[in-house]
């Protein structure tokens, strides 16, 4: 579950010293993973995460946007990563790089 986190946690905040850790995880299990693979599921998603070319989808936090939610949630997309950049204390700490962004319209 670590290395899953650590993958999320550096496509949220695009700091990838996260995404090296998830990485120096995978090359501790890997010697152990064929001997019992179904017991390293996490760690295998984790990997598929980092391999997949995950979308990361920055949405502008203003009103109306739930429908934009919905089409971005609809199906099953394991490895995309959504961020609602609304200008909260919550985002701007974890992802400064985002400001509120503004739709164009």
Same mark, same amino acid.
């Given at each position: ?24 995880? *995978?090359?501790? *299990? ?66 400064? *790089? ?8």
């Amino acid at each position: 579950m670590l290395a899953v986190s650590l993958v999320i946690l550096a496509r949220i905040t695009a700091v990838a010293a996260y995404e090296e850790d998830a990485i120096h995880i *995978f090359g501790a *299990f890997a010697p152990d993973i064929p001997h019992a693979p179904s017991a390293y599921c996490h760690l295998l998603s984790a990997y598929l995460h980092i391999e997949s070319g995950e979308e990361c989808v920055i949405v502008p936090g203003q009103e109306g946007i739930v429908s934009l939610l919905q089409v971005l949630s609809h199906g099953y997309r394991p490895f995309r990563t959504i961020t609602v950049a609304d200008g909260s204390p919550a985002i701007t700490a974890a992802a400064p *790089f985002h400001p509120k962004y503004e739709a164009e319209g």
